[in-house]
Every structure is written in structure tokens, then in C-alpha cells.
């Protein structure tokens, strides 16, 4: 299975749009002031990476009076994983078919009875898109 296929966001990436959600907007020294609470890190590190979620349209950006970019995410984050997650099981289910399904359903009906009617009527609406 091809993994860049199920994963949306490096560590790095989550990280850094964790702050910017939260935030609603940042320019890339806020990003880095907070990352620097949790790791040693460079500032054209959160630069670069900030640079290429902007490039992959995850971000948007747009230059202040002091000419630095603000970024701020294109999706709020429910939003964002919402179409994270539907790419990652439709490639999954790609992948896999049916064996794929069968363990979702086996998965769904493990767990809690009103939560497990709700996933499985979303699954059901899923895969008759």
C-alpha cells in the first residue's frame, strides 16, 4: 500500500496547523515562539513548512505592515479532517474493498450500540456515493 496515501499531515505539519487553528491566523514567528515550548527548532524550518502547507492549499497567506507573512488555515480543522479522513478511507477502501468494509463493520458493531447505528448508517451513505 502506498503511504502517502494515507497520511494527510507529517508531525510537523499537524503541529504547526495545530497552533494556526487555534489561533485562527499566525504569522510564522508566533508558530515558531509556540513550537519552541516542545522542541528545539529553527525558524526557517517553520518557515519552510509553513511556506509548503501554503503551497499545498492548506494555508493561505497574506503579507502585514511589517511585510511578514499571517498565514491562516483554508479549513477549520473539523472541516479539514472531515475531507482528510473521506480521502484516507476512500483510498483505503481502494486498497482493500471488501475486506476493508468487513472489518469497519466488524469494528462498528464492537463498539457502543447508538454510536455503532451512526457510523454504520454514515458507512452505508459512503459507499453508495
Do not use: C
Not at 23 to 45: C, F, H, M, Q, S
Not at 76 to 94: P, Q
Request: proline fraction near 2%; avoid cysteine.
Amino acid at each position: 500500500m502506498n503511504q502517502k496515501n494515507l497520511k494527510t499531515l507529517g508531525e510537523l505539519e499537524s503541529e504547526i496547523m495545530e497552533i494556526i487553528w487555534a489561533n485562527g491566523e499566525a504569522p510564522v514567528r508566533l508558530v515558531l515562539n509556540e513550537l519552541k515550548k516542545i522542541r528545539g527548532i529553527a525558524y526557517t524550518t517553520v518557515m519552510t513548512v509553513m511556506v509548503r502547507l501554503h503551497d499545498k492549499k492548506i494555508l493561505t497567506r497574506k503579507m502585514d505592515k511589517s511585510g511578514a507573512f499571517v498565514y491562516a488555515p483554508v479549513l477549520d480543522k473539523k472541516t479539514f479532517l472531515a475531507k482528510a479522513s473521506e480521502k484516507i478511507i476512500k483510498n483505503f477502501l481502494a486498497e482493500y474493498g471488501d475486506i476493508a468494509v468487513a472489518q469497519f463493520v466488524d469494528l462498528i458493531e464492537a463498539g457502543d450500540s447508538k454510536q455503532s447505528k451512526e457510523w454504520k448508517s454514515k458507512l452505508k451513505n459512503m459507499l453508495n456515493q
